[in-house]
């Protein structure tokens, strides 16, 4: 494995003073790779949050720009690219699984590239893994070189030889990467990437590398372009956006850049992940003060008990996280507060899991995403000692989501008799003949159409809630 650059998680643990370095138009592709891809299709498979999403759209970018075409059939691929997420070991064993799967593809077409990305591919222990038992894989690299998979499919195709590189290191800036946008009238926007956080259950700093945030100027032209083209609705993104702007000198903060982007005029703003410890009062201001700033906030909890949080190392006591809760609540009409929360962390108690539900009982969430603790690999809560049985903590869980759903309905249930805008998404999954989109609050409603296309904010009237949607009629 020698000609192979494999990852280091010493090496993705340093930090120090460091600006990423800004890199542009990046992508320079010889004339071999320029028509590598002539005739052929491409199929990338995307797992994970919204940044694994917009790497996604990166890749296939550079694909079409190296003439292949996609295909929504495998077995018509030429290529197929597993674009992967390493935030919990379920995401792991899924892809595995889909390795196993995809076997069948390669045996009758043995020319086809298999291929791993994302932050699975960050991690020693996954890529020695599949290069030990899964030899299918063609190609694996990570997520701070995106830029290189032309060169890489050239070694393969032209030189007949697998081609893995993973960096790990602090990372950097890059412009100017081609791009096919999933959708046609919402965009997400990535603002800066890796984090400095360091939670001690979280893999994301060690696969993402170290905070860096790409200067307001870029971020600003890319919102403006893609409202030009016709689209409604950016989602800003990041790791820990609250946290943007601090490895930049005289660039400004999340809050003064959520400002910038609102001046754009562009029709909707949403963010995603917003760390309680970041969150100013500048970026409350903004929520507030400006229209098209959705009224919809993910503030992360994690946990309700402060013993947990503090070996979690999030940062922020509950108290903290409730006067921020309640500032929100008080300074933004209508809004809506999601959450994250980790049941069975290392240690934790029948009692410490009860200060979870109170919290809970207190904010009264729009909606949830809870899960049962999942070690991670190289992370200091994977070494803690863990007594506590599994089922213990599913049937802690059982109980977080009742109440969660509990207030979800409740929640939903104030919408009832309203009218609201709703960005039309399209038909829904279910009955192409029921349409589906989203409220400012980021509340999901199906309703039947009358008239409109995808992009368009209509009037929806809600008559019916239920726990995760609102039914509706057009007006």
């Given at each position: 494995?020698?000609?192979?650059?494999?990852?280091?998680?010493i090496?993705?643990?340093?930090?120090?003073?460091?600006?990423?370095?800004?890199?542009?138009?990046?992508?320079?592709?010889?004339?071999?790779?320029?028509?590598?891809?002539?005739?052929?299709?491409?199929?990338?498979?995307?797992?994970?949050?919204?940044?694994?999403?917009?790497?996604?759209?990166?890749?296939?970018?550079?694909?079409?720009?190296?003439?292949?075409?996609?295909?929504?059939?495998?077995?018509?691929?030429?290529?197929?690219?597993?674009?992967?997420?390493?935030?919990?070991?379920?995401?792991?064993?899924?892809?595995?699984?889909?390795?196993?799967?995809?076997?069948?593809?390669?045996?009758?077409?043995?020319?086809?590239?298999?291929?791993?990305?994302?932050?699975?591919?960050?991690?020693?222990?996954?890529?020695?893994?599949?290069?030990?038992?899964?030899?299918?894989?063609?190609?694996?690299?990570?997520?701070?070189?995106?830029?290189e998979?032309?060169?890489?499919?050239?070694?393969?195709?032209?030189?007949?030889?697998?081609?893995?590189?993973?960096?790990?290191?602090?990372?950097?800036?890059?412009?100017?990467?081609?791009?096919?946008?999933?959708?046609?009238?919402?965009?997400?926007?990535?603002?800066?990437?890796?984090?400095?956080?360091?939670?001690?259950?979280c893999?994301?700093?060690?696969?993402?590398?170290?905070?860096?945030?790409?200067?307001?100027?870029?971020?600003?032209?890319?919102?403006?372009?893609?409202?030009?083209?016709?689209?409604?609705?950016?989602?800003?993104?990041?790791?820990?956006?609250?946290?943007?702007?601090?490895?930049?000198?005289?660039?400004?903060?999340?809050?003064?850049?959520?400002?910038?982007?609102?001046?754009?005029?562009?029709?909707?703003?949403?963010?995603?992940?917003?760390?309680?410890?970041?969150?100013?009062?500048?970026?409350?201001?903004?929520?507030?003060?400006?229209?098209?700033?959705?009224?919809?906030?993910?503030?992360?909890?994690q946990?309700?008990?402060?013993?947990?949080?503090?070996?979690?190392?999030?940062?922020?006591?509950?108290?903290?996280?409730?006067?921020?809760?309640?500032?929100l609540?008080?300074?933004?009409?209508?809004?809506?507060?999601?959450?994250?929360?980790?049941?069975?962390?290392?240690?934790?108690?029948?009692?410490?899991?009860?200060?979870?539900?109170?919290m809970?009982?207190?904010?009264?969430y729009?909606?949830?995403?809870?899960?049962v603790?999942?070690?991670?690999?190289?992370?200091?809560?994977?070494?803690?000692?863990?007594?506590?049985?599994?089922?213990v903590?599913?049937?802690?869980?059982?109980?977080?989501?009742?109440?969660?759903?509990?207030?979800?309905?409740?929640?939903?249930?104030?919408?009832?008799?309203?009218?609201?805008?709703?960005?039309?998404?399209?038909p829904?999954?279910?009955?192409?003949?029921?349409?589906?989109?989203?409220?400012?609050?980021?509340?999901?409603?199906?309703?039947?159409?009358?008239?409109?296309?995808?992009?368009?904010?209509?009037?929806?009237?809600?008559?019916?809630?239920?726990?995760?949607?609102?039914?509706?009629?057009?007006?």
């Amino acid at each position: 494995m020698s000609e192979y650059r494999l990852p280091d998680f010493i090496k993705a643990r340093k930090r120090g003073p460091y600006q990423a370095p800004i890199i542009r138009e990046a992508l320079k592709l010889n004339d071999v790779q320029k028509s590598l891809g002539r005739d052929l299709f491409y199929h990338v498979i995307t797992y994970g949050c919204q940044a694994n999403v917009r790497d996604g759209e990166v890749i296939a970018g550079i694909l079409e720009e190296m003439g292949y075409t996609h295909t929504e059939e495998l077995g018509e691929a030429d290529i197929i690219i597993l674009n992967t997420c390493a935030i919990r070991d379920n995401a792991e064993k899924r892809v595995m699984g889909e390795i196993g799967f995809l076997q069948n593809y390669k045996r009758m077409k043995p020319s086809m590239i298999l291929g791993l990305c994302g932050c699975m591919a960050q991690e020693e222990v996954v890529v020695k893994r599949i290069l030990k038992s899964y030899p299918v894989v063609d190609l694996i690299f990570g997520t701070h070189n995106l830029y290189e998979l032309p060169a890489m499919i050239e070694r393969i195709i032209v030189d007949n030889q697998k081609a893995v590189s993973v960096y790990s290191y602090q990372g950097s800036i890059f412009e100017d990467m081609p791009s096919v946008r999933s959708l046609p009238h919402k965009a997400s926007v990535m603002i800066m990437d890796g984090c400095d956080k360091f939670c001690t259950y979280c893999i994301v700093p060690y696969t993402r590398g170290q905070q860096r945030s790409r200067l307001a100027e870029d971020v600003i032209k890319e919102v403006i372009e893609l409202r030009d083209n016709g689209y409604k609705e950016v989602t800003l993104l990041g790791q820990n956006v609250n946290a943007y702007g601090k490895d930049i000198p005289d660039n400004g903060d999340f809050g003064y850049l959520l400002k910038k982007v609102a001046e754009t005029g562009i029709e909707r703003i949403r963010f995603t992940t917003s760390h309680p410890w970041d969150f100013t009062k500048e970026m409350v201001d903004a929520i507030a003060d400006y229209d098209n700033i959705m009224p919809f906030v993910h503030l992360p909890l994690q946990s309700g008990n402060d013993e947990i949080l503090r070996r979690m190392g999030r940062r922020y006591t509950s108290q903290q996280y409730r006067e921020l809760f309640d500032t929100l609540k008080e300074r933004v009409r209508d809004v809506a507060i999601s959450t994250d929360i980790i049941v069975g962390f290392p240690g934790e108690t029948e009692e410490q899991f009860l200060d979870t539900l109170k919290m809970v009982e207190y904010c009264k969430y729009d909606n949830a995403y809870s899960f049962v603790f999942s070690p991670r690999p190289g992370t200091p809560a994977a070494k803690m000692e863990d007594n506590e049985e599994l089922e213990v903590k599913k049937e802690r869980l059982y109980r977080l989501n009742d109440r969660l759903g509990y207030y979800s309905k409740i929640n939903n249930e104030k919408w009832v008799g309203k009218t609201v805008k709703v960005l039309l998404d399209g038909p829904s999954k279910n009955n192409p003949e029921v349409f589906c989109g989203y409220t400012p609050q980021q509340k999901l409603v199906n309703f039947t159409l009358k008239e409109g296309k995808v992009g368009d904010i209509i009037d929806v009237r809600i008559t019916e809630a239920k726990k995760n949607s609102l039914n509706g009629e057009q007006i």
